[in-house]
C-alpha cells in the first residue's frame, strides 16, 4: 500500500451543486493522477500533476478542474456536477522504477452518483 | 496513439496457467507494457512491466514478442483468487496518459 487515501469513498448529490474529491497520499511521490472508470470505456484519464501547482489535462478533462498546493494532496472539483459525471474515481500516484519506468498505484475509489 | 487489444474475456482452471495474450502493434520503441488487474470494484493494482526482455516477479511472467508488437501475461497456477479484470496498458506518446482500454476478463474456474 502507497499510502494513499481517497475521501469521500461515497457519495450522492445532486445535479448542479459543486462536488471536491481528494486525494491524500503520505510517501511524497511526485507525479499524481485522476481517472474515471465507467463502464465499457476502462480506465479514462481526467488530469493529472507532476508536482506542486504543475497540472496539466487528461483525454475527458471538460467539466473538471484540479489543484494541487501540496505535494501530498491532488483534489478533482467538479464546479457544477451533472448526470453524465456519475461514475467510480480513482486516483492514483506514479512511482518511478530503476529502468525508467512509471508505475502507477492506485487508491480504492470515490463512487460519485450525480441525481 | 499506442493503443492495445486483449480478448474480452477467458477462463482457466484452478492449478492451470493462465496465459493472457495482448496486442500492442503501434507501441513506441522504447515504451514500456505494463500490465495491471482490478478485482471487483478495487482499483487496479500492479503486476508486472517490460521494455524487450522476458520479465519474471512473484505474481506473474511477461513474455513479450522480440518485435515488440505482442505480449502474454502468465499467471503459473491461477488460483480463485486470480479471477479479476486484467489490463495491458502502454502509454500514449511518451506522456502521462496510460491506456486502459476494456482488458481480458479472467475467471478461474473450480
Known amino acids: 500500500d502507497a499510502g494513499i487515501t481517497q475521501s469521500p469513498r461515497h457519495k450522492v448529490t445532486e445535479t448542479g451543486t459543486p462536488v471536491t474529491l481528494r486525494c491524500h497520499q503520505t510517501e511524497n511521490h511526485r507525479y499524481m493522477y485522476w481517472y474515471r472508470q465507467d463502464p465499457g470505456h476502462g480506465l479514462r484519464l481526467i488530469h493529472y500533476?507532476?508536482?506542486?501547482?504543475?497540472?496539466d489535462k487528461g483525454e475527458v478533462s471538460d467539466g473538471y478542474s484540479v489543484s494541487r498546493s501540496k505535494t501530498e494532496d491532488f483534489l478533482l472539483t467538479l464546479e457544477s456536477a451533472t448526470s453524465s459525471q456519475t461514475s467510480v474515481y480513482f486516483c492514483?500516484?506514479?512511482?518511478?522504477?530503476?529502468?525508467?519506468?512509471?508505475?502507477?498505484?492506485f487508491g480504492a475509489g470515490s463512487r460519485l452518483t450525480v441525481l | 496513439d499506442a493503443k492495445t487489444t486483449q480478448p474480452t474475456s477467458m477462463d482457466c482452471a484452478e492449478g492451470r496457467a493462465a496465459n493472457l495474450p495482448c496486442n500492442h502493434s503501434t507501441i513506441s520503441g522504447n515504451e514500456y507494457v505494463y500490465w495491471y488487474r482490478q478485482i471487483h470494484s478495487q482499483g487496479p493494482q500492479y503486476i508486472i512491466h517490460?521494455?524487450?526482455n522476458n520479465e519474471t516477479n512473484e505474481m506473474a511472467s511477461l513474455i513479450i514478442t522480440e518485435d515488440r508488437k505482442s505480449s502474454t501475461l502468465i499467471l503459473p497456477h491461477a488460483t480463485l483468487r486470480d479471477t479479476a479484470v486484467y489490463y495491458c496498458?502502454?502509454?500514449?506518446?511518451?506522456?502521462?496518459?496510460?491506456?486502459f482500454g476494456p482488458g481480458t476478463r479472467l475467471s478461474v474456474l473450480p
Open positions: 496498458i502502454v502509454r500514449v506518446n511518451y506522456g502521462q496518459n496510460f491506456v
Open positions: 517490460g521494455l524487450k
Open positions: 500533476s507532476y508536482g506542486v501547482k504543475d497540472t
Open positions: 492514483a500516484i506514479g512511482q518511478a522504477t530503476f529502468s525508467g519506468a512509471n508505475v502507477l498505484t
